[in-house]
């Protein structure tokens, strides 16, 4: 499932008096947002350039044309930032943006359905997948590794997964998913 749109980031709070703005990047190298000029907003009307950034921790500080204090900084806290996917370069074999992987269904080797991925996470390690469990109320993450989800089939709409063993079992069941007569 693709969309046109792909997020590159998102405006935070202002930084300093002189109009610069902290932004979340979510490119792989963070200041590579600023190579992407302009950049457009879920603001209708509204497109950024980015005229300086620079990175601090983990986080990029820029100065964005025509901002020039910190109220005008202010008002553009949680803006987010994107680029029609035309702009962006095809990803190499075995790499993937988010947003193709989200809505796929991931199946099991013998083809049954285990969900579909509504998300992808990290927590600082690898990927993960948040996949909605098929027939059930809760999500489960699935780490997004070679060993676990060997295949990606784009243009299919699918991924094929091999759950760890035990994986589903380990995995606390959602207090919603709980039939009541079952709880007796």
Avoid: C
């Avoid at 109009?19 to 792989?28: A, Q």
């Avoid at 600082?124 to 999500?139: T, Y």
């Amino acid at each position: 499932m693709t969309s046109n749109r792909i997020l590159l980031g998102k405006i935070g709070a202002a930084h300093g008096i002189k109009g610069e703005v902290r932004i979340t990047s979510y490119t792989e190298d963070p200041l590579a947002i600023a190579g992407y000029d302009p950049l457009e907003t879920d603001k209708p009307g509204l497109s950024i350039s980015i005229a300086k950034a620079r990175v601090a921790k983990t986080i990029v500080i820029a100065t964005l044309k025509g901002v020039t204090d910190r109220n005008q900084a202010e008002k553009l806290n949680g803006v987010s930032l994107y680029v029609t996917r035309d702009r962006l370069e095809e990803p190499d074999e075995d790499e993937f943006y988010h947003t193709d992987l989200i809505g796929l269904s991931v199946r099991l080797v013998d083809g049954s359905e285990l969900g579909t991925i509504t998300a992808v996470t990290n927590f600082g390690a690898d990927d993960l997948l948040d996949v909605r469990l098929s027939g059930a109320r809760r999500s489960v993450f699935l780490p997004f590794t070679k060993a676990v989800v060997p295949e990606v089939k784009l243009a299919e709409g699918y991924v094929t997964a091999i759950p760890p063993e035990g994986w589903l079992e380990e995995t606390p069941r959602d207090p919603e998913d709980v039939d009541p007569d079952d709880a007796r």
